[in-house]
């Protein structure tokens, strides 16, 4: 019973590891067509979930209308957050190309894989 239970544990383990390592290919290749030719607005967010979409709607909006023309996308790093911040997070880059949501581990890698010109 004893080995089973451990040989249980051991491939839970494994497919998790499994899991975590495709995240990490999907992520790297959705965010490593950044280039350091442009600003990239980057948002550390924690529990939101009440100002979180309108504070993004305002800041897309200004981005889409050529208030903010420099600024190439828009990350936002959920610190783990308790609420719904992250559906909500995971909804408007549903929406908007510009909007990109990770954790904020993935955020520093993303960092350190902007691609120079």
Same mark, same amino acid.
């Given at each position: 019973m004893i080995e089973f239970v451990m040989n249980a544990m051991l491939w839970t383990f494994a497919?998790? +590891?499994a899991f975590e390592v495709?995240?990490?290919i999907i992520n790297i290749y959705l965010f490593t *067509?950044? *280039?350091s030719? +442009?600003?990239y607005m980057i948002i550390a967010v924690k529990n939101q979930e009440k100002s979180i979409e309108g504070f993004l709607r305002t800041v897309i909006f200004r981005l889409l209308y050529g208030k903010e023309e420099y600024i190439k996308d828009i990350v936002v790093a959920d610190l783990d957050s308790n609420d *719904? &911040?992250?559906e909500i997070l995971e909804h408007l880059q549903k929406d908007y190309d510009a909007l990109k949501v &990770?954790?904020?581990k993935?955020?520093?890698?993303i960092i350190e894989n902007i691609k120079e010109n």
């Open positions: 497919l998790y +590891g495709i995240k990490s *067509n950044f *280039n030719d +442009g600003i *719904n &911040t992250k &990770t954790t904020w993935d955020c520093k890698e």
